[in-house]
T-cell receptor
Framework: AQTVTQSQPEMSVQEAETVTLSCTYD???????LFWYKQPPSRQMILVIR??????QNATENRFSVNFQKAAKSFSLKISDSQLGDAAMYFCAYRSRYNNNDMRFGAGTRLTVKP | DSGVTQTPKHLITATGQRVTLRCSPR?????VYWYQQSLDQGLQFLIQ???????AKGNILERFSAQQFPDLHSELNLSSLELGDSALYFC?????????????FGPGTRLLVL
């Protein structure tokens, strides 16, 4: 079964600085999808960014970008120019393209942004 | 706002009781997913429906059941509730329910079992 590991329970960043959140996953599949979701204090799950495993190019969404290393099974999220509104729990998630469509989440990283 | 709605927002009940959580997917989405987020288990996939039919099952207990109706809204039924069922229950939706799609989450229903 696929597992997703976020080794940093908590991270802190100064406003306007850059922070990187780590995620590794374990799978024997070659085609899959990876996601980062943000969960602010409102508890809403908000999609931040997604990456298709067959694409070599790293996904980017404004201040958010990923470093996808398929061979290393690593999928880190970089937040540039951090803002106070970025403070939240961040979850990395893996979804198989073929296998019963369920999505596996990591345990989450709590990001604090200091003014 | 993701376009996915869930009711109620909060629910407090007692052990042994039964509750029903409701979800309306985004307009045009045919697939609905249910997730449970608890402190000890994290976020877990429970079950998926596509156009009224069950498509995939995850870590759903036998005391829990779900269905998707012709108007595509879905209900998650939790029975014989235990203290450990206290959690945040999310519904998510996507267009076709295939692995390539992004799932959009509702705001969740917070269940407290006393």
């Amino acid at each position: 079964a696929q597992t997703v590991t976020q080794s940093q329970p908590e991270m802190s960043v100064q406003e306007a600085e850059t922070v990187t959140l780590s995620c590794t996953y374990d799978t024997s599949e070659s085609d899959y999808y990876l996601f980062w979701y943000k969960q602010p204090p409102s508890r809403q799950m908000i999609l931040v960014i997604r990456q298709e495993a067959y694409k070599q190019q790293n996904a980017t969404e404004n201040r958010f970008s990923v470093n996808f290393q398929k061979a290393a099974k690593s999928f880190s999220l970089k937040i540039s120019d951090s803002q106070l509104g970025d403070a939240a729990m961040y979850f990395c998630a893996y979804r198989s393209r073929y296998n019963n469509n369920d999505m596996r989440f990591g345990a989450g990283t709590r990001l604090t942004v200091k003014p | 706002d993701s376009g996915v709605t869930q009711t109620p927002k909060h629910l407090i009940t007692a052990t042994g009781q039964r509750v029903t959580l409701r979800c309306s997917p985004r307009s045009g989405d045919l697939s609905v997913y249910w997730y449970q987020q608890s402190l000890d288990q994290g976020l877990q996939f429970l079950i998926q429906y596509y156009n009224g039919e069950e498509r995939a099952k995850g870590n759903i207990l036998e005391r829990f059941s779900a269905q998707q109706f012709p108007d595509l809204h879905s209900e998650l039924n939790l029975s014989s509730l235990e203290l450990g069922d206290s959690a945040l229950y999310f519904c998510a939706s996507s267009v076709e329910g295939v692995g390539s799609e992004t799932q959009y989450f509702g705001p969740g229903t917070r269940l407290l079992v006393l």
